[in-house]
Each structure stands twice: as C-alpha cells, then as structure tokens.
C-alpha cells in the first residue's frame, strides 16, 4: 500500500471540500457538494453514458497520439543519421515547434473545418515535436562502439536501424511519447471545445454554459481518470518494454 | 604475397586556422602472413587504435593502405573482425547472449540459423548454458566472453583485437588471453593484436611490433621465440620471457636514454 498516505490526503481534501461547502464557506453555486457530483457520476457511469463522449475524445487522442509518433519517429530519425535531411528540415522545425500548437487550431478549423480531421490534425501537431526531437536526440546518442561493431559485422542501414539504432533509442523516444501524451489529451479537450460537437471536452464547456455543474464535475472527474488511466499503461508499457534500462 | 600487409599507413588531423596537421602515425609497413599472431605494443595516445581500425576498415588512413589477400581495404572487409575492448558498449543490452552471439551473422543467415548456432558459439567461450542471460547480468570477464563468441561466430579470417583484456580483472585477463590462445590455434587465424601490455604481448605474440610515441611509427619488429603451446604460469618464467619484458619495458619507459 504504498500509495496509501496519498489517498489519505485526497480523502482529507475532498471531505473538506464537502463540508465547506456545507458550511457555506464556498458558494454551492460554484461548486457542489462532492456527494452530489458523485450521485451524477454514478448515474453517469451505471447508465452507460459516459462511454459514448468518453470514446470520441479516446478516438482523438489515440489517432493523433500514434500519427504523431510515427511521423516524430521517422523525422527524427531521418534527420538523425542523415546530415543533409538535418540541414533540410531544421529550419521547419524549428519555426513550427514553438507554437503553442493550440493557437493553430483557429487556423485549422479553417482548412478541415470542425470535423474529427482537424481534432486529429491538432492532436498530431502537439504530439510530433516532442517525440522529433527525443528521437533525434537518441538517434544521435547511439554509441559509436555499438555502431563500429554492427559496421565491423557487415550490418547494413536497415538492419543497423532496426535492430540497433532504434531500440538504442528507444529509451528517448518513449520519454518524448510520454511526454506527447499529456499534450495530446489537451489539444484532444481543446479542439473539442472549441469546435464543439461531442466529447469530453465539449461536454465540460457545455454543462458549464448551462449551468449543470454537478455534469461538469462528474465529466471533469471522467476525463482526470482517463489522463491517469493513459498515464499508467504507458509507464507499465514503456517500464517493459525497457527492461534491459534496469540495473 | 602476405595475408595482411601495411602500406607506408599513416594518419593525421587537419587543425584549424591553418597550422600544420597533427600527425598520429606515419610510414607504419608490415607484413603478417596467414596465421600469425602478431602483437602491436605501444604507450597509451600512440594511435594504437587507430592503426587497429584502419585495417578493420573503421578508420581512413590519411596515406598509405592496409591489404588484406592483396586487395585494398576500403570500409570494413569481410575477412576480418573488430574485438572491441569495451564490451560492455559493444553488447546489446536488450539482447540476451544467444542474440548477441547471432548478431554476427543474422543479417546473412537469417535470425533463425544464427541463433542456432550461437549456443555452440557461446559453449567454445565456455558460456554453455548462458543464452538465455543478458549482459548485464554477467561480470566483465563473462561479458568479453560473449564479445569473443560473437566474432567468433562470423567466422573471420583475421581477428583484430583492441586491448581486449584491459577492462577485466588480472586473474580473468590470464583465462582469457588462454582462451584466445586455444581459439587461435584451433581456427588457424590470423590475429592482430594491440596493447600497452608488454607481458601480454609476449604471452601471445609470435611477433611484436613496437610503436615509438607520436608521431609514432615501427620502432622495432621482435621475434617472440617462445615454444608453443604457452602456459600461462610456466612461460610466463622463462629466461627469454623475462629477458623481453626487460627489454620491451626499457623501451617503452624510454630507459634508454637514461
């Protein structure tokens, strides 16, 4: 039980929050009662409600999560070994990545319009930059003795690249995915609200709009489990697929 | 004509602004014929591994050429094979030895072949029953071990083996200079060996090639002399043992002069 002393003190603020909110200190019309979120949640999970939005913005997450990658992947890779793909996407890069990629999704929308094309595009745009350059960075760090000894073998580029200076990198890369991940969850939540048609992230402004806050907590509450869900199975992933990192 | 010969190598680096290049080595020219053991000694920043990766084709000589059966080195020659003397960066960690073994040739074999083999490999180390360990698992002896299977299994004509035995314990180093011995004359190589060594050297050698400090070159080409096989207590208290060591260790540490 190692977390135990933590759940403690989550179990300490939410039962504070309750009975200040009981006792009058904070405006119930700003936030209810933890209980009466709860009964919301509940009714939300029992029913089967949650699931529809829940997979819309699951959907959107995972497209841009695993376009992203790939293309972070094969970029960074490609600009790692090679000097002259170096040289020619730099500058590119370089110019997009400090956009904060939540202020292209007002130009998006006008190219894709509303649909989940521009959802996926923007979650694909914030997720790319920090796998690029983790990759590139791992790329560039593979040992020049493992290297020597693949050349010294007669291993040739493919092979090389498959078997040696990817998994050599893997270790960056799934930080750079890691790190993709939380940002993808928010582009996915943005986009959504900003061109609003389902999903979590439309939901949590809606009920804010109409005033359901009880339905917004209890939404709030469903995409924190979500990030934390994500969160987990990718370090229990990202701990296997790395095995041979702990000594 | 020599298996392996040494064509006036030299190697040097350009320095900016204009000053004369720093030169490594110059004039290096040996001839080592099919199955010789031959040793290159020399202090450490002498370019040793250099000259080593030269010939493996790792590194361009500025001037001159390696040949390996009359044939020009340019990139790595199939013939040979590269001993790093860092295992511990030339082993993949995620792979466990009977993968870093087949790693020598899965990418002409297949993965499969090379995998079957690599047992027999790693038992002619004396690591049988170690396939399935990874390298971290292992002490450094085990792990130059593995490193041996692996070049081994490619089934090379010349082993070129930089300072092998420096990272590993004393103790460990005598087993693994007999093993590489035992190897050698079960296999008929040819083996190009360098070190600061002087006593391994000698153990190994049938010649020793010595490097004078930058910009190095041949000093002198000994011939070892010691019957053979060589055992490792017993040799290493032979007169004409001790008597080369006494010389080699004057040169190396410039007692000369003095």
Excluded at chain 1, 39 to 51: D, K, N, R
Excluded at chain 1, 84 to 111: D, G, H, N, Q, Y
Excluded at chain 1, 138 to 149: F, K, S
Aim: charged fraction near 15%; hydrophobic fraction near 50%; charge should be neutral.
């Amino acid at each position: 039980m190692r977390h135990s002393p933590g759940i403690l003190v989550l179990v300490l603020v939410i039962g504070f929050l309750e009975f200040a909110v009981d006792a009058g200190m904070i405006r119930r019309a700003l936030l209810p009662p933890p209980s009466a979120t709860a009964e919301v949640l509940w009714e939300l999970l029992s029913t089967g409600e949650f699931l529809p939005p829940l997979l819309s913005t699951l959907k959107l997450v995972f497209a841009g999560f695993f376009l992203g990658s790939a293309i972070g992947v094969a970029l960074g890779t490609a600009m790692g070994i090679s000097p002259a793909m170096f040289r020619l996407f730099e500058p590119l890069v370089e110019l997009i990545r400090p956009i904060p990629k939540s202020a292209l999704v007002p130009p998006l929308m006008l190219f894709l319009g509303i649909d989940d094309a521009m959802k996926i595009t923007s979650v694909t745009l914030v997720v790319t930059f920090p796998v690029l350059l983790n990759t590139l960075q791992g790329v560039r760090g593979v040992d020049r003795v493992m290297l020597d000894a693949a050349r010294t073998h007669g291993w040739g580029l493919g092979h090389t690249l498959r078997h040696m200076i990817l998994p050599a990198a893997l270790p960056f890369i799934l930080a750079g995915m890691r790190v993709s991940l939380g940002l993808a969850m928010v582009l996915a939540v943005l986009s959504e609200m900003l061109a609003g048609q389902g999903g979590l992230g439309f939901l949590i402004l809606d009920m804010q709009r109409s005033f359901q806050l009880r339905q917004m907590y209890a939404w709030l509450v469903i995409l924190a489990v979500l990030g934390l869900l994500l969160n987990s199975i990718f370090l229990l992933a990202e701990r296997r697929a790395l095995f041979w990192q702990r000594r | 004509m020599a298996f392996l010969g040494l064509d006036a190598l030299g190697k040097f680096y350009p320095q900016p602004g204009g000053a004369a290049p720093a030169r490594i080595m110059q004039g290096i020219s040996l001839e080592v014929p099919e199955g010789e053991f031959l040793a290159v000694l020399g202090p450490s920043g002498c370019g040793k591994s250099t000259l080593l990766q030269m010939v493996a084709g790792l590194a361009t000589p500025s001037e001159g050429e390696a040949r390996i059966n009359g044939r020009a080195v340019a990139g790595p020659p199939p013939e040979a094979v590269y001993l790093f003397q860092q295992y511990n960066r030339s082993l993949l960690p995620w792979r466990n030895c009977r993968d870093n073994v087949a790693f020598a040739t899965e990418h002409r074999l297949g993965r499969k072949p090379a995998r079957a083999a690599a047992d027999e490999h790693l038992a002619s180390v004396g690591l049988a029953g170690f396939g399935d360990h990874y390298p971290w698992q292992l002490s450094g002896g085990m792990q130059q071990r593995v490193a041996i299977a692996r070049a081994l299994a490619a089934e090379p004509a010349l082993l070129l083996m930089d300072e092998p035995f420096s990272a590993v314990d004393a103790l460990t180093r005598i087993q693994l200079q007999s093993l590489i011995l035992d190897i050698w004359a079960r296999r008929r190589l040819t083996v190009m060996l360098v070190t600061h060594d002087v006593e391994e050297a000698i153990f190994l050698a049938d010649r020793i090639a010595v490097l004078t400090p930058r910009p190095s070159t041949i000093g002198e080409v000994i011939e070892v002399g010691l019957p053979r096989p060589r055992d490792a207590i017993a040799t290493r208290e032979a007169p004409r043992f001790l008597e080369l060591r006494h010389h080699l260790l004057n040169r190396l540490l410039a007692r000369d002069a003095a």
